[in-house]
């Protein structure tokens, strides 16, 4: 038995980012939902909702259209903020080193020392 028709459908799944953008600020590295800033427009970067954005032209409501004045909210240049293309994506995905955690010193240490008397028996 064949299997007729099968293909290859995975190439449509396209891999999902696995880096997170904030669909409410605009910001990488954490999700909507753990928003804690002000709302930015994806499309304008100014202080609206996405689903906010207006054009003036031609009355559109929440999507970008041929008159949107595209700036991205991460980079400042001319695409949206959810853009492959912005730098912001690239810096994100190098600066995962971590600096080693050594922020425990013997520095201080002399604040714990403890004097501890002789016990004479
Ligand atoms: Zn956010
Ligand atoms: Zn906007
Ligand atoms: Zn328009
Ligand atoms: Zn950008």
Request: hydrophobic share 30%; net charge positive.
């Amino acid at each position: 038995m064949y299997i007729a028709g099968l293909q290859l459908i995975a190439e449509s799944y396209k891999a999902a980012d696995t880096k997170t953008q904030c669909q409410k600020c605009q910001r990488l590295g954490h999700s909507t939902k753990d928003c804690i800033n002000q709302e930015y427009c994806q499309i304008c970067a100014e202080r609206h909702y996405t689903r906010q954005h207006k054009c003036h032209i031609c009355q559109t409501i929440g999507v970008e259209c041929p008159h949107a004045k595209l700036k991205c909210r991460n980079c400042g240049e001319n695409h949206r903020a959810n853009s492959q293309t912005c730098a912001m994506w690239e810096k994100k995905a190098v600066s995962s080193v971590s600096p080693a955690k050594s922020d425990i010193t013997m520095k201080n240490s002399s604040d714990f020392a403890v004097v501890i008397p002789h016990v004479r028996k």
